[in-house]
């Protein structure tokens, strides 16, 4: 939602989501990388 400056990603097999902040040059892979490194923090 880029009027709302977010963006929400679902796992089609685990139902998992993930929403991040987003800018006017965000592409669907950057919310995936934000995604995938948020993961390797946590772990």
Do not use: G, M
């Not at 709302?4 to 991040?20: H, K, M, P, W």
């Amino acid at each position: 939602d880029k009027s709302r400056s977010t963006a929400r990603i679902t796992c089609r097999v685990c139902l998992e989501d993930f929403q991040t902040t987003i800018n006017l040059l965000s592409e669907p892979l950057d919310v995936y990388n934000d995604w995938i490194d948020s993961c390797e923090a946590a772990n």
